[in-house]
């Protein structure tokens, strides 16, 4: 069985502040790990994943995560944020080459940035 | 760049009543999916559909869901008989085959039970 836990339903930043967005996994098998963002009235988009290889992931507009296996977290950060970065991200995790290839979805945590 | 479809946006119908969501995937993928959110709740997986075939289930996915894909665009996710519970914002996904694990979702339908 696979999940994943995201700490926080709700984070608030002022703009410029460092975002971090936390997200602890579970899975038996070597997990592939995502990270979605959905703005108000519109699906999830991909933001960035893991599957192999290198553990730090860029994604799309600055934000970037870790893959760190002794720690099962897949955290998100991005330096600097913008107002436009104010949304719902999504952490999620599937089982890669030797589980379900199915992504579970956790609760979501909504980024509040403020002038 | 391609995109998944969902039609309605919002769906009102009243408890007991069969209501059919749609959903066009991006044309070259393969693999479809449903999920939903109830409010404040997490994202949940219903089912995934392959091959016209059910792939996998969650055990939300009971008698009173059904998948179809009726033709070589859509495919739809039929409710037989809504209750309240069933209130939820539901998503569309579909992947490709050389990446499936990389879902590409619509914008949602917001169902409603009255």
């Known amino acids: 069985a696979q999940s994943v836990t995201q700490l926080g339903s709700h984070v608030s930043v002022s703009e410029g502040a460092l975002v971090l967005l936390r997200c602890n996994y579970s899975?038996?098998?070597?997990?592939?790990l995502f990270w979605y963002v959905q703005y108000p009235n519109q699906g999830l988009q991909l933001l960035l994943k893991?599957?192999?290889?290198?553990?730090l992931v860029k994604g799309i507009n600055g934000f970037e995560a870790e893959f760190k296996k002794s720690e099962t977290s897949f955290h998100l950060t991005k330096p600097s944020a913008h107002m436009s970065d104010a949304a719902e991200y999504f952490c999620a995790v599937s089982g890669g080459s030797g589980g379900s290839y199915i992504p579970t979805f956790g609760r979501g945590t909504s980024l509040i940035v403020h002038p | 760049e391609p995109e998944v479809t969902q039609t309605p946006s919002h769906q009102v119908t009243q408890m007991g009543q069969e209501v059919i969501l749609r959903c066009v995937p991006i044309s070259n993928h393969l693999y479809f999916y449903w999920y939903r959110q109830i409010l404040g709740q997490k994202v949940e997986f219903l089912v995934s559909f392959y091959n016209n075939e059910i792939s996998e289930k969650s055990e939300i996915f009971d008698d009173q869901f059904s998948v179809e894909r009726p033709d070589g665009s859509n495919f739809t996710l039929k409710i037989r008989s809504t209750k309240l519970e069933d209130s939820a914002m539901y998503f569309c996904?579909?992947?490709?085959?050389?990446?499936?694990?990389?879902?590409?979702f619509g914008n949602g339908t917001r169902l409603t039970v009255t």
């Open positions: 899975s038996s098998v070597p997990p592939y």
């Open positions: 996904a579909s992947s490709e085959a050389m990446d499936r694990e990389t879902l590409h």
């Open positions: 893991y599957t192999t290889g290198a553990t």
